[in-house]
């Protein structure tokens, strides 16, 4: 007689759900934390040398070029990408092809960011004699302050980490992070000297929303005055709701004789007033309308509407010049049309 066959259970999800997965994520983020903090207690003067080397070689009208071998060129890459960004002309110099005909890139007063965490690095310390002109001033960040890298550079920044998040200890991980944070540090901290301002970041992010949320002005984005419906104090509740329809505007905004605004009139007034009376149409709408709205200035960039109607529970917003006239109207539907939300 045949055996019957023993079902097989199926312990995947069980195993799965013991695997310290998260617990090794966690010691990896404990661990690089921790270098993090090593670094940055060690900021010093060396690092307000190297702010005041670019900052020098900016005003001459030069550049900074970063340069490293393996993960440290990546992170180098993005350091120069970062400070392009905010202003600070730079450029990711391939250390492979440097030492055959890329070194020409580099100029007179030019700031050149050496990224080697061994201080050792072949293609590194190949390069610093050929950077021995006494215009070019060398940045070395690495974790061996005794190194030749270290020893060879006008200025030396110590990204060294106790140890790699790595189990084993080898893989770059603690050391690159420390380094990438040393390049951010330094890009903002020569942002804010220089005077950085949000303008001046939008004409470096043209596209996407960024761009957009710092470029776009509030005439960018508004209803112009012959898409808002304007009526004047003395109107009645029927004749400010004929000016929405006409204008297929959401409210009405009351102005005074000189078009100053005086107060608003949406349809969710109007809805609440004919509940309470049906023939509301003949009231005066100066009796019912929200006085002093909320508005925004015609000069403010269109961010600064997106967070008035981020703070308050409005749907339309008024704009008015200096003098507290009646330019136009934005809707917070506009904004989506502009993909600022």
């Known amino acids: 007689m045949a055996r019957r066959a023993v079902p097989q259970v199926n312990n995947t999800r069980k195993q799965i759900s013991e695997k310290p ?68 002309p730079s450029l990711y110099l391939n250390s492979v092809n440097a030492v055959h005909g890329d070194l020409g890139i580099v100029c007179d007063g030019d700031v050149v960011l050496l990224l080697s965490y061994s201080g050792e690095t072949e293609e590194i310390v190949r390069m610093l004699p050929c950077l021995t002109r006494p215009s070019v001033q060398v940045i070395g960040i690495t974790g061996k302050p005794s190194s030749t890298l270290a020893r060879n550079c006008h200025v030396h920044l110590n990204a060294a980490v106790r140890r790699e998040a ?7 991980t603690s050391s690159t992070t420390a380094m990438l944070a040393l390049g951010d540090a330094l890009a903002m901290a020569l942002l804010r000297a220089r005077g950085f301002q949000p303008e001046d970041f939008a004409k470096y992010h043209p596209g996407g929303s960024i761009g957009k949320s710092l470029l776009l002005k509030v005439t960018d984005v508004m209803r112009s005055m012959d898409r808002c419906a304007i009526v004047p104090e003395k109107s009645n509740i029927l004749q400010a709701i004929e000016a929405t329809i006409h204008s297929k505007a959401g409210a009405a905004l009351v102005a005074d004789s000189k078009g100053r605004l005086k107060g608003i009139f949406t349809q969710g007034d109007f809805a609440r007033q004919y509940q309470r009376n ?41 704009v008015v010049d200096h003098d507290g006239k009646i330019v136009g109207l934005v809707d917070a539907q506009d904004l989506a049309r502009h993909k600022l939300v």
């Open 166 to 172: 790595c189990p084993l200890n080898l893989a770059p």
């Open 21 to 88: 997965y998260a617990a090794w994520a966690r010691e990896v983020f404990e661990l690089e934390i921790q270098g993090m903090q090593e670094v940055m207690e060690r900021l010093g003067r060396e690092f307000d040398s190297a702010v005041e080397l670019v900052l020098k070689s900016l005003a001459a009208g030069k550049k900074v070029i970063t340069t490293g071998v393996g993960k440290s060129g990546h992170i180098a890459e993005k350091i120069a990408a970062t400070l392009t960004s905010t202003g600070c």
């Open 278 to 318: 049906r023939d509301v149409g003949q009231e005066p709408v100066a009796a019912v309308m929200t006085r002093n709205p909320i508005t925004v200035r015609s000069d403010k960039l269109a961010v600064e509407a997106l967070k008035i109607f981020e703070k308050h529970p409005i749907d339309d917003l008024v």
